[in-house]
């Protein structure tokens, strides 16, 4: 019996959570931020992950709540530790842009993040990826071939030009001019500037 009430406590907790995330999103469409920030919130500290997650962005753009970039890594962090791939994203950007370089356990785990982002099908995580291992300290160049690679398929221009480069100049892979024109060519159709000049 005891089982029995706590399961359903769970399930009420999570049905609660789900309601409060989607009455966020709803008034975030109608412009209410400040009703929306309050929702996602309480779902938020309930430990629901997609409602920390939008915490996280409220407080990055200042929706219904002060900008705080702190706050904002603080619920992308905890999104994240539960699998939300986007929070991945948005966590290791931040403890790459934000922190110091020096920390090799933040790098580590902004490192991380990306790469189960990636994996999860996240295409800004896949190009961010992409270029970090491409020029990187040390790069790895195939590592950041196959990243850019799997954003070019999500149809990211900015990576298929990228993926261009790397056939140009041989980066990760045999140097092949023909297979570069043809990601300019496709990139450029996307409307990516670098590829038309590159291409001229």
């Not at 709803?26 to 009703?35: D, L, N, T």
């Not at 970090?132 to 300290?137: D, E, H, N, S």
């Not at 990760?172 to 590829?195: C, I």
């Amino acid at each position: 019996l005891e089982e029995a009430a706590f399961q359903l406590q769970q399930i009420f907790r999570i049905d609660i959570s789900i309601a409060l995330n989607i009455l966020g999103i709803e008034s975030m469409r109608a412009g209410h931020s400040r009703i929306a920030y309050t929702c996602f919130k309480l779902a938020a500290d309930r430990g629901y992950s997609k409602a920390q997650f939008n915490v996280g962005l409220c407080y990055e753009h200042g929706r219904g709540t002060e900008k705080d970039l702190e706050k904002a890594a603080f619920y992308y962090y905890h999104a994240a530790n539960s699998c939300h791939p986007m929070a991945q994203y948005r966590y290791a950007r931040y403890l790459l842009c934000h922190r110091p370089e020096s920390e090799w356990d933040r790098h580590q785990k902004a490192v991380t993040f990306l790469e189960q982002a990636a994996m999860a099908g996240i295409t800004e995580a896949q190009a961010y990826l992409g270029v970090f291992y491409i020029r990187g300290l040390q790069p790895k160049e195939k590592r950041g071939l196959k990243y850019l690679l799997l954003a070019a398929k999500n149809g990211d221009a900015q990576s298929r030009y990228h993926v261009g480069v790397c056939y140009e100049k041989g980066l990760g892979v045999q140097q092949d001019l023909a297979e570069a024109m043809r990601h300019y060519r496709q990139s450029a159709a996307a409307g990516n500037r670098n590829s038309r000049e590159r291409l001229r």
